[in-house]
Every structure is written in C-alpha cells, then in structure tokens.
C-alpha cells in the first residue's frame, strides 16, 4: 500500500520568482516589507480534493491563488451545505478571519492541482502594522469581497440556471478580487458545475446559451469573457 502524502504544510517550499511575480500585492511594499513578505512566504502544490482550511481549525496563513482553482463551502457545518464562491488564480483570502485571530468559518478545497502561496499570520499583520499600502488593498480586498458575498447571496435565489452561471461566471472575473484571471479562465464545465451546483450537461446549456448572446466565448480549456458587465446583468442589457 502506497503512504499517504504527507501534510501540504509539510510539503511547503520557497517561491519561485515567477511565482512571486503573481502575487498581486508584493508589488506594493518596499524595503524591509518586502524582505519580510518574501523571507517568511510559502507555496505549496494542492491536489485535487485536498483541503487548505477547515471548519473550526486555527487561522494561522493568508492564502493566495498562483494557478489552479479553489472552492469555499461549508460542507462540514451542521446546515445546509453551501459553496460560496470559486477562488481563482490572483485571488487571496481569509484576511478577516486572520485580522480577528479567529478560527475558520470554511473549507477551501482544491479543484485542480494548484498551487497556492501562505503568508503567516505574525508577517500578515507586521506587513498591516507597517504599510499604509498593505492596509489599503486588505481594505479594499474586503469591501470587494463583501459586496460578492452580497451578491452571492442574491445568486442563491435565483432559479433561472442560465442566470446562476453567469453570475457565478462574472464573480470569477472579478478584476480586482482575481487579477490573475483577466479575460480568459481555464475551467471544465464539471468544475463550475461544482460551484453552481448544476450538472455539467445543464452548465453546457447556458454555456451555450451565453455564448449565442456574445457575452462569453467558449475555447479549448477555458472561457473567455467578452461583456462582463453583460454577465453580471444577464439576460437584462447593461
């Protein structure tokens, strides 16, 4: 019988330099900042299924998307079972949670092989303590957040499944939350299936749907936005 891999934790491993070129607001610090940010990173390689966080452990890293694709639900809670949002590459997450030292409210699971980048919480909240520049994007990382989170919920009761894609489609454009992304996304209908909570056969359909009204273009591997204003107010016009 093959051992079973070892902890992602443990399997952790410096950056390369084109990895810390994909983390958005290193770009932002200076000197010392920087040095800290960079000395005390880590990524690591997620498998699919594998979790980064779960529900009632410590906070104890700022997680970031380098490539891949993750999930955030809640599918150990006692209620209704609920996957908030896809998180893809460029995006970073749990800066509330680690800003109240709390535990976490979620589960992130990797849907692909990615890989994933960790700040620890004593440089997440240095790099807080000392860069104006810092504070303002976990600033606006959360006021963005919260206005997906608002309209997710929104989301949720919507029974249209056409509407519910492009909706969840426009949210993993979103340029500020996922500067990584830009127009084009690498997904399989099975992954936004999972996010949606469709069947792939159903994704296809308003896939196709989207893509006759020239909001979206569907390519080998991926989606290509072409009107995301257009997405987030499907079928309406913008």
């Known amino acids: 019988m093959a051992d079973a891999p070892l902890p992602l934790r443990q399997r952790a491993r410096r950056p390369t330099p084109a990895e810390l070129d994909a983390i958005p607001w290193l770009k932002l610090l200076n000197g010392d900042q920087r040095d800290l940010a960079v000395s005390t990173l880590e990524v690591g390689d997620a498998q699919p299924g594998e979790r980064l966080c779960r529900i009632g452990r410590p906070a104890t890293l700022w997680f ?16 209704q079972a609920i996957t908030f949002t896809g998180i893809p590459p460029g995006g970073w997450f749990g800066e509330g949670t680690l800003l109240k030292r709390e535990v976490y409210r979620y589960n992130i699971q990797a849907l692909r092989p ?27 990382q959360l006021n963005e957040r919260l206005g ?40 399989t209908q099975e992954e936004l299936g999972y996010l949606v909570g469709l069947s792939r056969q159903r994704v296809n359909q308003a896939l196709h749907r989207l893509s006759d009204v020239g909001l979206i273009r569907i390519e080998y591997g991926g989606l290509r936005v072409l009107d995301l204003q257009g997405l987030r107010c499907f079928p309406a016009s913008p």
């Not at 490539?67 to 809640?74: S, T, V």
């Not at 994933?116 to 104006?132: Q, T």
């Not at 989301?155 to 990584?180: Q, S």
Request: hydrophobic letters at 45%; aromatic letters at 8%; a negative charge.
């Open 148 to 187: 997906q989170f608002i309209a997710a919920r929104e989301t949720d009761r919507i029974h249209d499944p056409d509407m519910r894609v492009a909706r969840n489609l426009a949210a993993l454009f979103h340029p500020t939350l996922y500067p990584g992304v830009g127009s084009w996304l690498r997904i």
């Open 114 to 140: 990615s890989v994933v980048a960790g700040l620890p919480i004593d440089s997440f909240h240095a790099l807080l303590d000392g860069s104006i520049a810092f504070n303002r994007f976990v600033l606006n």
């Open 64 to 79: 970031g998307v380098v490539e891949g694709l993750l999930k955030m639900n809640n599918d150990d809670s006692t209620g």
